[in-house]
DNA sequence: TTGTATGCGTTATCAT
DNA sequence: ATGATAACGCATACAA
C-alpha cells in the first residue's frame, strides 16, 4: 500500500546494510552506534556518514542478536500471584515506570496463586534469560530458587519474607507489628473485647504473621480469642461473604471482625448488611490493604493500608541495584511502612 | 551452597556440552530435541543417549539463540491502555492463558493512555521481535500500524475498532447499538425524559461511539439533549464525583445520568449521596462495563455489562490464527456482545 | 542415520 | 581510526 520508501527486500535493515549504504565495514556501524557517549575514537566524518544511512534506512538494532551476543537481554521479569487483584497492578505500573527509566523492558507473568505456574516461571526464566526477577512467590521453596539462581545468575528480588537467601533481596512489610498495632487500637479506642478473624489458609506468605500479630494484641490485652469465631477464606470477595454467613448460623457473634484483605472484609460488611445487620454498630470490620474499594463501600472501610507504587518502586531499585552492578555486601531486607487508615466501618 | 551436581563452568549447558557427553554431534541434539513428534530419522540408540544426557546436564534449551536463528520468539506482546484497570485485566489474564495453551509467552505493556508510550511500545517490538501483537491503541494512526507491520511483518490484532487496516484483525463490541438499546430503555421502561451524560474525550476510540449511540436514543424517542448535562470525566472516579459537584452548582439537573465507565458512575453516585440526594429517586445512574465495584457499591449499579475475558480470548485467537498460519481471507472484525444488567440505581 | 559447514545480527579481539 | 575475523547457541542444507 504504502510504499513510499525503499524495497525491504527481507526483513527490516541490519548493520550490514548500513555498512555498505555508508562505505564503511559493519563493525565500525556497531562501533559508531555503541558509543554515543564512551568515546571510542572514530572519526567525525565516518560518524556522519554512518549516521546518515543509518536514518536514511530507518535501522533498529535487532535486540535478539545483542543479547546472544552481550548475555544481556535488558528485559526483567515480573510474576505476581493475582493480576487480577488491584493491589499488584499499582505495584507492577511502580516497577514498570523504574524500568523504563533504565530502558528495560518488563516482561509480566501471572501465577494465579499455584506452584505449578511458579514453576513455570523459573521454566521460563531459565530458558529465555532476563537480566533480573522480581516475584511474589507462594510455594517456590529455597531450593528452587537457589537453583534458578546457580542455573542463570540473574539477580532475583522478593515480595513478602519467607526466603532467606544469601543473593535475594527481599522487600516486605512488618504485618506481624501493624495487625498488632491496629487490633489494639481495636481494644483500646473502641472498646472491643470479642474479636472474629477472618484469615486464609497459613500457607500463604503473610498469613501467619497476621495471625501472631492479631494473637498477640489479644494477649496483650488479656483477652481471649473464641476459636468459633476464626473463619477461613481465601482471599476473594465471596469468601467474605461466605465466612459471615457460616457464621451467623452458631447463634453468637463477635463485636469486631478483623479481615485479611479488604476484599473479603467488603464481602463480611455486605453479608452483615444484607442479614440486617448494622456495620459498625452490630460489628465492627476491619481490613488489609486500602484498595479503591475500600472508600466506595458504605460504610468506609477501616484498614491497614499498604503503599503499592512505594513497595514497587523500592523492589524495582534494589533489583536495578543488583543489575547494573551495585550489589549490596549482604542480602537485604527492605521494609515498607504499614499505616492504619480509620473511617466508618470501625 | 547446595553444589551436589557438576561443576557449571560458565553459564548454563549448551548443546554442545550435551553433545560431547553423549558422543555425538551437535546438530544430532538439535534434531532429536526438536523431534519428538515430528519423525525426522534417528535411531532410537542416539536418541536415548542424547535424551539421557540432557537430563543428566539439566540441559534447557537457548531461546534467544533460537529466536535468533527461527526467527520466531514464542512471545508476544500485549500493550493495554492502563494496568490498574480491573477491565484490562481480565483481558490480560484471558489472553495470557491462550497463550500458555499455545506455549508462548507474553510480554505486556502499558500506554497510560498516552501516544508516546505506545510509540515506544511500537519501538520496542520492532527492536525486540515478537511473533505476534495484540494492542488497545488509542493514538497511534494508521500510518504507524502500517509502518510497524511492514517492518516486522507480525500479525497485529487490535482491540476496539476505529483501525481499518487489512492486515488487522479486530476485536470489539457494537457499543452504538448497546448505548442506544440501554437509553432507550432507560426512557421506555423508567421514564425518564431528560438525561445526563457523563463522557470523556472524542479521541478515546469508544466515546464518539457511545455519544452516537446515546444521541439517537434520545432522537428516535423524540427527546432533546439539554448541553448543561453533558459532563466530560478523563474514566477516572474521581473525574465523576467531579462532574456532579459541577453539575450541582447550574441549578438544574437531569432525571437520570449515562456514565461512560464503571467508575465514573460510581463516582457520581457517591458525590450525589454526598450532597443528600438520593439515587435512584433523584437521580438514576447507568454505568458502563460492569466491573466488580459495581456491585459494591449502594444501591448496587446498573450497567452495560462487557465481557472481558470473551473479549480476551477471541483476540487471542484470532491473532493465534495468523501466527500459526490459518490467515483469514481478509481482515476479520468479531464483535463480542454487551447486555445490560440492571440493578438498582436505575 | 549422522556429521560438516554455514549463517542468524550482533559485539569484541585482533590486526593494520 | 578502521577492517578482517571470531564467537554467542542454535537450526538447517548438504554431504557422507
Chains 1, 2 share one sequence.
Not at 314 to 333: C, N, T
Amino acid at each position: 500500500m504504502t510504499s513510499d520508501k525503499h524495497i525491504d527486500q527481507s526483513g527490516p535493515p541490519t548493520m550490514q546494510d548500513v555498512a555498505k549504504l555508508a562505505g564503511v565495514s559493519q563493525p565500525t556501524v556497531s562501533r559508531v552506534l555503541n558509543n554515543t557517549k564512551t568515546t571510542i575514537p572514530v572519526s567525525k566524518k565516518t560518524r556522519d556518514k554512518v549516521l546518515v544511512a543509518v536514518k536514511e534506512l530507518g535501522y533498529r538494532p535487532n535486540m535478539t542478536a545483542r543479547s546472544l551476543r552481550t548475555q544481556r537481554t535488558h528485559m526483567i521479569s515480573l510474576l505476581v500471584a493475582d493480576i487480577t487483584n488491584n493491589f499488584y497492578h499499582l505495584i507492577a505500573q511502580a516497577i514498570q515506570e523504574v524500568a523504563r527509566a533504565h530502558d528495560y523492558d518488563m516482561l509480566i507473568a501471572n501465577s494465579d496463586h499455584v506452584y505449578e505456574n511458579e514453576k513455570r516461571f523459573c521454566e521460563a526464566v531459565i530458558r529465555r534469560p532476563v537480566d533480573g526477577v522480581i516475584m511474589v512467590p507462594q510455594y517456590l521453596t529455597y531450593g528452587d530458587l537457589d537453583e534458578l539462581i546457580t542455573l542463570t545468575n540473574t539477580p532475583i528480588t522478593v515480595l513478602g519474607q519467607h526466603i532467606n537467601h544469601p543473593a535475594i533481596d527481599v522487600v516486605g512489610a512488618d504485618d506481624e507489628q501493624a495487625t498488632f498495632e491496629a487490633i489494639t487500637w481495636l481494644i483500646a479506642e473502641r472498646g472491643h473485647k470479642s474479636i472474629g478473624y477472618i484469615g486464609v489458609a497459613l500457607d500463604y506468605p503473610p498469613s501467619p504473621r497476621r495471625w501472631q500479630g492479631f494473637q498477640r494484641a489479644l494477649k496483650t490485652a488479656g483477652l481471649t480469642f473464641d476459636p468459633d469465631f476464626y473463619m477461613q477464606g481465601d482471599w476473594s470477595f465471596e469468601s467474605g461473604r461466605q465466612a459471615i454467613n457460616r457464621l451467623l448460623k452458631i447463634g453468637k457473634r463477635p463485636s469486631a471482625i478483623f479481615a485479611l484483605n479488604d476484599l473479603m472484609a467488603i464481602g463480611a460488611i455486605l453479608a452483615l448488611q444484607d442479614a440486617g445487620l448494622s456495620v459498625p454498630d452490630d460489628v465492627a470490620i476491619m481490613g488489609f490493604d486500602n484498595m479503591r474499594e475500600a472508600t466506595i463501600v458504605r460504610p468506609r472501610l477501616t484498614t491497614i493500608a499498604q503503599y503499592p507504587t512505594e513497595i514497587g518502586q523500592k523492589v524495582a531499585e534494589a533489583l536495578f541495584d543488583r543489575i547494573e552492578g551495585r550489589e549490596p555486601d549482604a542480602r537485604r531486607e527492605l521494609t515498607v511502612p504499614l499505616k492504619l487508615i480509620v473511617r466508618e466501618s470501625a
